[in-house]
């Protein structure tokens, strides 16, 4: 698919503050060694700030820590912030490249738009991603399956405790070595269906990848711990009938005659990941469906054989086997059950692509190091 993207910006002219205490390159190489997802950062962090008098000013580079708050600032009372998700990969010579960032800066101005906050320009997007990388690319990793998680937020700074979109904004991008979301090998995860909570309603902010939709998931997910599954799955709020998607994932159902099934609701985050696993799959001439799938469809078809394997798919899971759907009423699957042959193939693809292993047809990589 090519993105149309919007009018050339003029870059920005980034300050590049160095940290003078970098983590020492024999620690950073244990932490690279074995990362460990979301627990060690880069030196190094992107700040870019906004108002509404000044647009989009101030772009830095500079050490990585905490960030100067007043205990006013909107984001703390009332959530107005955003967030992407994205990974470098080091390929085998070296270089380092990212997976469709232009689709992260998109999605990440329909959040904004959403979440009433600035639009940060696509260029100014990547350039931070380039800008950070200059500096802390001897954090990517280059054991098989890591990667350097990228991390762009955006929240409202503005001290002000009236209730409106507020008026100064911050940018950032934070970066962190990770290994595989759920620990070791891709094998089958169990997830746990709530039926007590749900993630989004109508008109809501399902769609827009906001921190209030990850606390409103985390008693769920809670729940799914308890019952000793990984993730949560959500179900629709009107209804109480439809599949949405995980806590932090999508979810796709593969059918016997190889049909893949996927939720279409505007409840649930566009997943990136999805979008690239059924384009594979529908180039492999498998037919992909995004419709409503109801939890009875889901049933009902793995007790027919009509339904064989389900998967989740993100960018910091990539494409994880369902082994187990928990439910209060009823299970299916089991906890030993085999990874799905067609999930595991299409996990292969993506990740091949994404590590430079195979031609990439599509043109989905972008490099950050040069
Ligand atoms: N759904 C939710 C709630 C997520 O947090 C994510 C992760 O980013 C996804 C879906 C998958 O999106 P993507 O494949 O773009 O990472
Ligand atoms: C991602 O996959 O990038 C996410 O933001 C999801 C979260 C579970 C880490």
Redesign the pocket.
Known sequence: MTIELPMAQQELAFQVLSNPEPMPIERRQAVLDEPVFGTVFTDHMVDICWSEKGGWHRPRVQPYGPIPLDPAAAVLHYGQEIF???KAYRHADGSIWTFRPE??AL?MQRSAARMAMPQLPVEYFLQSLKELIAVDGQWVPSAPETSLYIRPFMFAKEAFLGVRPAKKVAFYVIASPVGPYFGGEAKPVSIWLSTNFT?AGRGGTGAA?TGG??AA?LLAQSEASENGCQQVLFLDSVEGKFLE??????IVLVYRDGTLVTPKSDT?????????VLSLASERGHTVERRAVSIDEWREGDASGEIVEAFA?????TVVPIGQLKTPDFTIGSPDAPAGELTMSLRQELVDIQYGRIPDVHQWMVRLDS
């Not at 998607?245 to 999508?250: H, I, P, R, T, V």
């Not at 649930?268 to 999805?274: K, Y």
């Not at 798919?313 to 899971?317: F, I, P, S, W």
């Open positions: 992407e998700g994205m689709e992260n999605r993630r990848k939709n990850y998931s998607e995980l806590g932090g994932m999508n649930i985050l566009s997943g990136i990941t999805r979008d690239s798919c993100g960018t910091a899971a």
